[in-house]
């Protein structure tokens, strides 16, 4: 019997478990010259088709093979996004190996202990930065074999064995395909859907980073679900901008990519994303709230500092978009639809482009939850804007607010084949085919997040009886003040950060007698302000010392305020001098605040908020 043969056998164990391999395999039989990868270099995209990338992953594969990986071994990948990230991935996948991401933001010490966690065996750089971090800590980590980089360039003097470039490891396995032309076959046979596919650390936003295991049949599970909610096809397309490591960048730029088989574009760095977005105009685009609050200082930026004329008419346009906010609204009547076509034509369309949005009929915003006043704001533009909620543990997807069905302030409802249920203390519960295999070497921890079937997810939330989910907090950032009144943080924080002025709000009420903030400014916005109001500034610290800056962060504040219960108010703020930061510790890779490390930092000023 023919090896291609029995691969057809051996899916037939699981015919409903289509894992990335051979969802790789399938695009690349049928639709060999459909483009799957985009990547700008130089400022000229080029394409990847879907045989060129399975034959790309097939050589990586056995050029990390021929170094001795195999089944099981964890290796790293240190890099921003790029397609020889994914590449890289689906070549572990086809070797047996397993990928852990590491954040390229991430300082020495941190990559250290990813490495140690992960036990990686080796690490695959973006650059000399990155190789130059891993060196700097090579001694401390006895276990890795090798370092593979991307990029060359300033690495010609790096004279060490255990330096191998990416380029070199293609073309050894390349070599190894023309004397094996069987490999990827044996390789699909010995393929299992239960196998872990990604090692995909935790944010550590409350926490030590612990390392999750996410399987491929969690991924086809995803996948098969996400396809019949949101309805993603290989009509689509989608940028790749934030970090793979992270589980939603994989789901887009992976997952869902391969399950659809649309395009996904890498453009030239993150600074450059903006400008990739209008090239692009993608059909699906995932965003953090920070993105989504970025776009919308964007806008009012350009109204405020627009011409005369064309100021005048934005601004008409951004009052009137209220009108239009409601995504579950149909009954407009003649004058509204009037209104809304000449907005349309005139500054909406033509906004909409300028955030690379104009073909967008799939926006989700996750990781966190989103203002609605942002949320509004966008979908008021046209821009399709959805919440969606997942979780490392949960590969990535779970709930999502539907276009059919009202959820304002809620996550929407499980994705098909998921259940959710709160506990007695109100935590929130997660069962399906989504939930991860567990915690690599940490039994103790693992035992706590599934028992019984069940993930606990430490979110406090609320279940309505129409099946849709609203999440309050995290159970450990819940606050009990001094009066025995309990708080939910991320409530007070949201109606902050609704401001455009306002990038970052920590509360602080734990065991206290009233509400307190720490409170960051956002540059871009009170910046633009001052350069309009003639205010002078040089630095950002003499932007916040600023009293007319102050007062206007009073004025939004009591303006939050006004929308929250008394006990919710916050009494007192202190504007931060420097903005919230990934190597001081105060916020994790993905900008999620570490409010025991900020509150900790800025003893001192909160004590003064308290004297």
């Known amino acids: ?133 891993v060196l700097e800590i090579r001694d401390q980590l006895p276990q890795l074999r090798h370092i593979i980089y991307f990029d060359g360039k300033g690495l010609a003097g790096y004279d060490r064995a255990d330096l191998i470039a990416y380029d070199d490891l293609i073309d050894a396995g390349a070599k190894a395909s023309q ?35 996410i399987t491929f049949r969690n991924i086809a599970f995803v996948g098969e679900a996400s396809a019949r909610n949101i309805g993603q096809t290989r009509g689509d397309s989608a940028v790749s901008y934030l970090p793979l490591c992270h589980v939603a960048e994989q789901l887009f730029s992976v997952f869902l990519a391969m399950h659809a088989g649309y395009v996904v574009s890498f453009g030239e760095s993150l600074r450059t994303v903006q400008s990739d977005l209008r090239e692009i105009a993608p059909t699906i685009f995932l965003g953090v709230p920070r993105i989504w609050e970025k776009m919308r200082g964007d806008v009012l930026i350009r109204a405020r500092s627009a011409g005369l004329i064309q100021g005048l008419v934005l601004r008409a346009a951004l009052r009137d978009s209220r009108r239009f906010d409601d995504p579950w609204k149909t009954n407009y009547g003649l004058g509204d639809r009037l209104r809304h076509a000449v907005w349309e034509w005139l500054a909406y369309r033509p906004l909409r482009n300028a955030l690379g949005l104009t073909r967008c009929r799939i926006a989700i915003s996750g990781a966190a939850p989103v203002a609605l006043e942002t949320l509004r704001f966008l979908r008021g533009l046209g ?85 849709s989910v609203s999440i309050i907090d995290r159970k450990k950032d819940i606050a009990i003040t001094a009066g025995g009144k309990n708080l939910t943080p991320s409530l007070i924080e949201n109606a902050v950060k609704a401001s455009p002025y306002i990038k970052e709000c920590v509360v602080v009420a734990d065991g206290r007698r009233f509400v307190t903030a720490l409170i960051q400014i956002d540059f871009d916005m009170i910046a633009n302000w001052a350069d309009g109001e003639g205010v002078a500034y040089t630095t950002f610290r003499s932007l916040v010392e600023n009293p007319q800056v102050a007062a206007i962060v009073q004025r939004e504040v009591d303006s939050a305020n006004a929308q929250l219960a008394n006990v919710e108010r916050i009494k007192k703020f202190h504007l931060l001098a420097k903005e919230l930061d990934h190597d001081d510790g105060e916020v994790t890779a993905t900008m999620k605040i570490r409010r025991a490390k900020i509150t900790e930092a800025y003893e001192r000023e909160i004590a003064a908020l308290y004297a």
């Open 1 to 133: 019997m023919a090896v291609a043969e029995e691969i057809d056998i051996i899916a037939e164990r699981a015919p409903d478990i289509l894992t990335l391999p051979r969802l790789l395999r399938r695009h690349a039989r049928t639709r060999p010259n459909a483009p799957a990868l985009r990547q700008k270099r130089f400022g000229i995209w080029s394409e990847m088709s879907w045989s060129q990338y399975e034959r790309a992953a097939s050589h990586f594969a056995q050029g990390i093979i021929g170094l001795g990986y195999g089944r099981g071994d964890h290796l790293a990948i240190l890099s921003e996004n790029r397609r020889e990230w994914v590449i890289a991935e689906l070549g572990m996948h086809l070797a047996g190996a397993v990928a852990a991401g590491v954040y390229a933001t991430s300082p020495a010490a941190e990559i250290l202990h990813v490495l140690n966690l992960t036990e990686a065996k080796a690490i695959i750089c973006e650059d000399q930065e990155q190789v130059d971090k």
């Open 179 to 213: 004397r094996d032309p069987g490999f990827l076959d044996r390789a699909m046979a010995d393929h299992d859907p239960d196998d872990v596919a990604l090692i995909v650390c935790t944010s550590g936003s409350t926490g030590p980073p612990k390392a999750a295991l």
């Open 383 to 467: 821009v399709p804007l959805m919440e969606g909620f997942g979780m490392t543990e949960t590969a990535g997807a779970c709930a999502i607010q539907h276009r059919d069905r009202r959820f304002e302030g809620r996550i929407g409802v499980p994705l098909d084949g998921i259940e959710m249920k709160t506990a007695p203390d109100g935590e929130l519960l997660i069962r399906g085919g989504c939930v991860f295999a567990g915690y690599y070497r940490n039994d103790e921890e693992t035992r706590e997040a599934l028992q019984d079937g069940w993930l606990h997810t430490g979110d406090i939330a609320e279940v309505f009886p129409d099946g």
